[in-house]
Nanobody, 124 residues
Framework: QLQLVESGGGLVQPGGSLRLSCAASGGTLDYYAIGWFRQAPGKEREFVATINWNVGYTHYASSVRGRFTISRDSATNTVYLQMNSLKPEDTAVYYC?????????????????WGQGTQVTVSS
C-alpha cells in the first residue's frame, strides 16, 4: 500500500518561497502520476499541479503557473512543489496524491492515494 507524507509547510510572508515535499513509501513513485492539491477553509479541494514523468507531462493550474514548479527525485522517491512569489490567496492545506491511471489528473477523483496534508500560510 502506497503511503504519502507531505512536509515543508509553514508561515511565509507575501512574495516569499516554500518547497513542499511528498515522500512515498510502500511503492515507487515511478509507476504513478503525482498531483498536488490544496484546500482553503470553506472551499473545495482544488488542483494545483501534476506530473507524469513516464510521458514527460506536467500541468499547472492557471493560478500558479509561472510561480510553482513540480518536480521529482527518483533516488529518494520524493516529489517536490517549489512555490515562489507566494500570495495570501495561496494559503491552504496542501495535499499530494498518487494516481494509478494517467488520466483525469486535474480532479481529486482521479487519484488513488493521498497524504495527510501540510499547512501553508501566507501572511504579513
Amino acid at each position: 500500500q502506497l503511503q504519502l507524507v507531505e512536509s515543508g509547510g509553514g508561515l511565509v510572508q507575501p512574495g516569499g518561497s516554500l518547497r513542499l515535499s511528498c515522500a512515498a513509501s510502500g511503492g515507487t513513485l515511478d509507476y504513478y502520476a503525482i498531483g498536488w492539491f490544496r484546500q482553503a477553509p470553506g472551499k473545495e479541494r482544488e488542483f494545483v499541479a501534476t506530473i507524469n514523468w513516464n510521458v514527460g507531462y506536467t500541468h499547472y493550474a492557471s493560478s500558479v503557473r509561472g510561480r510553482f514548479t513540480i518536480s521529482r527525485d527518483s533516488a529518494t522517491n520524493t516529489v517536490y512543489l517549489q512555490m515562489n512569489s507566494l500570495k495570501p490567496e495561496d494559503t491552504a492545506v496542501y495535499y499530494c496524491a498518487a494516481a494509478v491511471r494517467g488520466f483525469n489528473l486535474i480532479t481529486p477523483g482521479g487519484y488513488d492515494y493521498w497524504g495527510q496534508g501540510t499547512q501553508v500560510t501566507v501572511s504579513s
